[in-house]
């Protein structure tokens, strides 16, 4: 028959002594003062009882759930979507779970989120899109002791690692395309242009850029949506509303229209209905052209021009360098650490499809640029 094991309570009679006395000389812990008598006497006790002071279960850190945090601002855009695709596969690979933020661009939410990751303790964050300007300090600050990421626009000034997308580049890709085209007097849609989303406007002045060289700048219609808008909570087909509205008032508004564009594909789309609705020909009658080549851009009912920019790849490359943070392949170079920023940036492609042509002349007859 197998020997009981000696446990604590038992040192603890036989020294009369109480079980935490015991517990306290045997882990040396003297935060109450013993006397040297009552010292020798539990670890005499001990020894000859043979009682083995058990192994404490130390919580390594390399326990915890392999986390990475997503900040995302909007799940109802395809965009984001295809970002989160990109993340995920790679997370997934390197054996990490994602915990996605998503802050609706409401600034009590994305604060909330941003005080969760004391208690989550990630082992990586990646924000979608630039953080809120109240927050950068914050977020910069958090980036000292865990790896952030952040897909952003390439003018915003964060001292973070960052996949970076020049949404000026963007806008002047859409606008050259539409002017060596021949089109002159264009309709520009987009979400409201707050300075919370400077990365829309960005993308705005680039287009105007083109047109101002091309000395067609007022010919340049610009129709945002309310700054109310980013103010509620959006509705999964928020921006789809926003290309079909606003489509319907720049359509009652200016006849003489030759191409309407979307600053993102979700708003193409309802440009492209609204145009629909109204008895227009896509091309023949308005050309439409958007932005992201989403999944939708490419079917052949849509088949709408558009901008890659990689989304998926991005998404791929903010995770890689969480990874890189997280395990540093560097050695110390003279004795000491290396730091490193990482800023990552695709050249867009201009895709065309069939939403856009040569503009119609008034007479009926497609008029191309002889340029």
Do not use: W
């Not at 909007?74 to 994602?98: C, D, F, K």
């Not at 958090?142 to 952030?148: S, T």
């Not at 850029?209 to 000395?215: N, R, T």
């Amino acid at each position: 028959m197998s020997r009981k094991k000696v446990t604590s309570s038992d040192v603890a009679r036989a020294a009369g002594v109480s079980q935490s006395t015991v517990s306290m000389v045997l882990n040396k812990k003297y935060n109450v003062s013993f006397s040297k008598e009552v010292i020798e006497k539990v670890e005499r006790t001990a020894e000859e009882l043979g009682y083995v002071i058990p192994k404490r279960k130390v919580r390594k850190d390399g326990n915890r759930e392999k986390l990475i945090v997503v900040f995302c601002p909007n799940l109802t855009n395809p965009y984001y979507v295809m970002l989160l695709q990109g993340i995920e596969s790679r997370s997934m690979e390197q054996g990490y779970a994602l915990f996605v933020c998503n802050t609706q661009r409401n600034l009590a939410l994305e604060e909330r989120y941003l005080k969760m990751m004391h208690t989550l303790r990630p082992h990586g964050i990646i924000y979608t899109c630039n953080p809120s300007h109240c927050f950068m300090e914050e977020v910069e600050n958090l980036a000292e002791r865990i790896p952030i990421t952040v897909i952003n626009n390439q003018n915003e000034k964060l001292n973070v690692d960052a996949v970076e997308l020049d949404n000026s580049k963007l806008g002047r890709i859409m606008a050259r395309h539409l002017l060596e085209l021949g089109h002159k007097r264009v309709g520009y849609i987009a979400p409201p242009l707050t300075v919370r989303q400077k990365q829309r406007s960005k993308r705005v002045e680039g287009f105007l850029k083109e047109f101002d060289k091309a000395g067609l700048k007022d010919e340049v219609v610009i129709k945002a949506a309310g700054e109310e808008l980013d103010q509620n909570m959006p509705d999964i087909d928020s921006e789809y509303k926003i290309g079909y509205d606003l489509t319907k008032e720049l359509l009652a508004e200016h006849r003489d229209l030759t191409a309407i564009v979307g600053l993102n594909d979700m708003i193409a789309f309802g440009i492209m209905d609204a145009l629909h609705d109204e008895k227009y020909k896509v091309p023949g009658d308005m050309s439409v052209m958007g932005c992201d080549n989403t999944l939708f851009a490419q079917m052949r009912e849509v088949s709408l021009t558009t901008i890659e920019h990689f989304v998926v790849f991005k998404g791929r490359d903010a995770c890689d360098i969480i990874m890189k943070k997280i395990k540093p392949s560097h050695t110390k170079y003279g004795g000491i650490e290396p730091i490193s920023i990482y800023h990552v940036e695709y050249e867009p492609q201009l895709i065309v499809r069939g939403s856009t042509s040569y503009p119609k002349r008034a007479g009926g007859r497609i008029e191309r640029n002889k340029n």
